[in-house]
């Protein structure tokens, strides 16, 4: 089995230049904690992704006017990323090396093609690899600024 034949493939996604409000409510309407954001509508380059728990922590907690804040300014940039033909064994090894609850998926020609979360593993393989992948990724790590 490959990421492709699990990933979620129509995946909502935002610019930098977008302010937090409007990413919340992308969230909002897409029902997700993440939205990944990219270079352009057009390229679909990812440069980082925005989460729930970023705009709360990084904006909310901080006083920031979320109409006014960009989401380039909260973003997470140390991506986890995993080419759409790799196996999900590889994608789950890439998971739990980087901490991340969710990946990213890339085409060949590095654009953003989907989006993977420990959910779309729980779904589709078995208690056992569902249960050591969330183990793995829920160990404390030294990087406090990701929040994938």
Known sequence: MQVKDIATTHVAC???DMNLQDAAKMMVD???GAIPVVDSKENKQPVGIIT??????RAVAEGKNPQETRVEECMSRNL????EDASIEECCDTMERAKVRRILVEDEQ???CGILSQ???ALHLSQDKTAELVG?????????????
């Open 14 to 16: 935002c610019t930098p």
């Open 30 to 32: 897409c029902d997700c």
């Open 52 to 57: 729930d728990r970023d705009i709360a922590c």
């Open 80 to 83: 986890a990323m995993i080419r």
């Open 110 to 112: 590095g654009q953003l």
């Open 119 to 121: 959910a779309d593993i």
């Open 136 to 148: 793995h990724v829920s160990e404390p790590t030294d990087r406090s600024s990701q929040s994938q």
